[in-house]
């Protein structure tokens, strides 16, 4: 069983699309986060929805927006894909917004944007 | 600014060695200190929590220090194998305890 899964896994997209990403988590974690991993392997939060509710949002362009429809569910859609958006997103969700609880990551969606 | 850096930026050692990875962190307010492992393709998945009071934790051939006062952490792994090639990342949690500052993770290569 997939704790916390992440379609698609590969997605290769022409500049200026429209696309989402879907995260689901079978853990009853409270809160979920996608995090953006760049080519340098660094990762970057750019959402965190606790219960369904947005807590974190980081300097992340208007173009992303994420959506949650109940808490085992964190979907990110990006408007007007642009080349910089290519990267590693990563889903990930934790039994609460406090960090002392551990964090489980899904497998990542590679997004390629020509 | 929170920041987190680890060294090396790469390693390569052969089965069976030892080897120590290095994270420096300036994060304030500092609440713990988390090591993953992150193979190719793959999300990372949490070694060891370090909290504030705890200076050495152990995970099977993974041990975990922390100098609170210096600032740094250190992920040692022994009699290494090739399953352990992967990417090391240092995540710090701040007070709040719902912001991570990660570090750019250390590659590490398990050779025959």
């Known amino acids: 069983d997939t704790a916390v899964s992440q379609t698609p896994k590969y997605l290769v997209t022409q500049m200026g699309n429209d696309k989402s990403i879907k995260c689901e988590q079978n853990?009853?974690?409270?809160?979920m986060y996608w995090y953006k991993q760049d080519s340098k392997k660094f990762l970057k939060i750019m959402f965190s929805y606790n219960n369904k509710e947005l807590i974190i949002n980081e300097t992340v362009p208007n173009r992303f927006s994420p959506k949650s429809p109940d808490k085992a569910h964190l979907n990110l859609h990006i408007n007007s894909l642009e080349l910089g958006d290519s990267a590693v997103y990563f889903c990930?969700?934790?039994?609460?917004?406090?960090?002392?609880?551990?964090?489980?990551f899904g497998s990542g969606t590679r997004l390629t944007v020509v | 600014k929170n920041q987190v850096e680890q060294s090396p930026q790469s390693l390569i050692i052969l089965e069976g060695k030892n080897c120590t990875l290095q994270c420096n962190y300036t994060v304030s307010p500092f609440s713990n200190l988390r090591w993953y492992k992150q193979d190719t393709g793959r999300g990372p998945v949490s070694l060891t929590i370090?909290?504030?009071?705890?200076n050495t934790k152990s995970n099977g051939r993974y041990t975990a220090t922390l100098d609170a006062d210096t600032k740094q952490s250190s992920l040692h792994i022994t009699a290494s194998q090739l399953s352990d090639s992967a990417s090391y990342i240092c995540v710090c949690i701040t007070g709040g305890g719902n912001k991570l500052t990660f570090g750019t993770g250390t590659q590490l290569k398990v050779e025959l």
């Open positions: 370090m909290t504030f009071s705890e």
């Open positions: 853990l009853g974690h409270d809160t």
């Open positions: 990930a969700s934790s039994p609460s917004d406090r960090g002392g609880y551990g964090y489980t």
